[in-house]
């Protein structure tokens, strides 16, 4: 009876000692390939992806003519071969960075399609002098610029930084249960966003100055859940982004047909904020209407 209290005891323990993922999961191989200044980050966690309902019922089967072209140059398969994907930015330069089962094969058919093997310190890259893709083990692959390729190589030699402070801080605001995530932080100014003048995406862009950060988290696991918040420079700011997303929100109710009524729940299902500096929207999307979303943006017949 004592050891069997002993082991129940320690069982405890154990279990308390073990830490909860508090946030999204960043794979420690491509943290640590995350440069400095980057001031951006979008990932997806592919793997999770494929077990959600979405995935398999909408998503499996979608004929992507320029996916199946990206599998039959490189071999890889980003619906079978990738465990996650992540994108980063300072505004300026970008990279996009990938773990998963890269074969044997990728070399040859890369050279194949022209690429051009370029060495340095005892890596391989494979491209020209304007693009590449390094890849760091038979799991790892960062592509980008040659020369920012080659700046991820000389900090291999340096102390591991990962994720700059203000963006981690983001990043752990979001819930380990977001499968699709996104961070922003020193305003959109450094994401060199541009438009023609007099154009409605400057208009959009105009309304959105003042916003400092942006997080945004997608979980599919059962139907869409979409988290976001935007912390802005000023109450004034914040409303402006309140009052836009609010705008959009009541014109897509206007322009919803008179023979889909039941799209009209979709709009119900987004919920818009503001908390002083900050705009928060969260949307939660049954399974029965996930299906309708999508056709709303994947314009599916």
Request: aromatic letters at 4%; hydrophobic letters at 40%; one cysteine or more.
């Amino acid at each position: 009876m004592r050891t069997a209290v002993f082991s129940v005891a320690a069982l405890l323990l154990v279990s308390c000692g073990q830490p909860k993922q508090a946030s999204v999961f960043i794979d420690p191989s491509l943290e640590i390939l995350v440069p400095p200044d980057t001031t951006f980050i979008v990932g997806a966690s592919v793997d999770k992806i494929k077990d959600t309902p979405v995935y398999q019922k909408l998503l499996k089967n979608l004929d992507l003519p320029q996916l199946d072209d990206f599998t039959k140059k490189t071999g890889i398969d980003p619906r079978k071969d990738l465990w996650q994907v992540i994108s980063v930015s300072n505004g300026k330069t970008a990279l996009l960075m990938a773990r998963g089962k890269f074969s044997s094969e990728m070399e040859p058919r890369l050279e194949a399609e022209g690429a051009q093997r370029i060495g340095y310190k005892g890596y391989t890259l494979l491209g020209n002098e304007r693009g590449a893709v390094l890849f760091m083990n038979t799991s790892t692959a960062v592509a980008g610029s040659t020369d920012e390729l080659r700046r991820v190589v000389d900090r291999r030699s340096q102390p591991a930084v990962g994720l700059p402070p203000a963006l981690r801080d983001q990043i752990h605001a979001l819930s380990p249960n977001d499968e699709i995530w996104a961070a922003s932080v020193g305003g959109l100014t450094n994401l060199g966003l541009q438009a023609p003048e007099n154009s409605n995406l400057a208009s959009a862009l105009q309304l959105l100055q003042g916003i400092e950060s942006i997080r945004l988290g997608l979980d599919l696991r059962s139907g869409l859940k979409a988290e976001a918040a935007a912390k802005c420079e000023s109450e004034k700011s914040a409303k402006r982004v309140h009052d836009s997303l609010r705008g959009l929100i009541g014109f897509g109710r206007l322009n919803t047909p008179d023979d889909r009524p039941d799209l009209l729940q979709l709009y119900d299902g987004i919920k818009v904020t503001q908390d002083h500096t900050q705009t928060d929207l969260h949307a939660e999307i049954g399974p029965d209407l996930t299906d309708r979303f999508l056709d709303l943006w994947l314009k599916r017949k």
